[in-house]
């Protein structure tokens, strides 16, 4: 099943001309446009991006260094001109979405729009991108626009959606490859403030959790983006169900007493809370199961025998 831009991200005329047989056809179209809308006093779904989507994504020609990753309701993205950037969604039409990064540049804040082409299934690794407005303050599709700070920015007004004979910015995505293997320096065993264990114990490919009646739990790394791991306990119900954790590892330099900090980010109900439940075999991604990335539970510790 295939879920379409609404514009095609092929970077020639006749495809828009295939869109758009007229001029007032477009105007029409980008009439009815706004139709969800993020504001700083609201915390409304309706600028959630869409499952299928969320994941980091690679430029395959370019280098691993540039990247888009997708959350829930952010996009961070990365390239050698502008580094890292925390967008935020502010409005979506379609796969077509305007986001917005606040003060980065002083008294200016940085927009971009843009549109997707891909399928809803995890397994197409392809995907393509569209970029919907002006130039940047760089060369990279993913450079932003600078607008004023109260500045209003809208899908109607900020992405130009009109028939053009300039060709529009546009790149192949490739969905970041499985697997996952944990830093050297945060193999070892631990000791964990977590309550309910006793000690952490980590290595190249998994975690043993040891309970304090000395059971374990293994925790296999499916999936890791920088910091964030995500581990699957398998038969943790035997026959019924695996079950996933969510963590985000973070060192911590000068603290006299605290190596890591551990920061849970799933929703959980089995352990405590600490796991939740899935089929069997599931077929898990790091950025669409981890439903807490943006809001991670209390930290837990670890520290050295």
Known sequence: MFRTALFSPENNHQSYRAEFHSQAKAKNLIH???????????????????????????????????????????????????????????????????????????????????????????????????RYNGPGVGNHLLSPQLVRRDESVSINTTCDLLYTEQKRPTARLTRSPPGCR??????????????????????????????????????????????????RVKNYDPGKHDALMCLKIERIDFDPHYTYKLSRLNSGNVLHNQLRLLKPNEELHLHTHCDWIESPGIAEYLYPF
């Open 32 to 130: 009815h446009v706004k139709t969800c809308t993020w504001s700083d006093d609201s915390e409304s779904s309706c600028c959630d991006i869409d499952e299928w989507l969320r994941d980091k994504w690679y430029f395959p020609d370019g280098n691993k260094t540039t990247f888009l990753r997708i959350r829930q309701r952010v996009m961070v993205t990365h390239d050698e001109a502008n580094g890292k950037i925390r967008y935020r969604c502010v409005e979506k039409y379609g796969n077509i979405f305007l986001i917005r990064k606040k003060v980065y540049r002083p008294n200016r804040d940085g927009v971009i729009c843009l549109g997707f082409s891909y399928t809803s299934e995890h397994d197409t690794e392809m995907n393509h991108l569209i």
């Open 182 to 231: 944990i830093p050297t320096d945060i193999r070892g065993e631990w000791r964990y403030t977590l309550k309910i264990a006793r000690r952490l114990i980590v290595d190249v490919k998994y975690m043993n959790l040891v309970l304090m009646d000395n059971s374990v739990v293994k925790l296999d790394c499916e999936s890791r983006d920088g910091n964030m791991f995500l581990l």
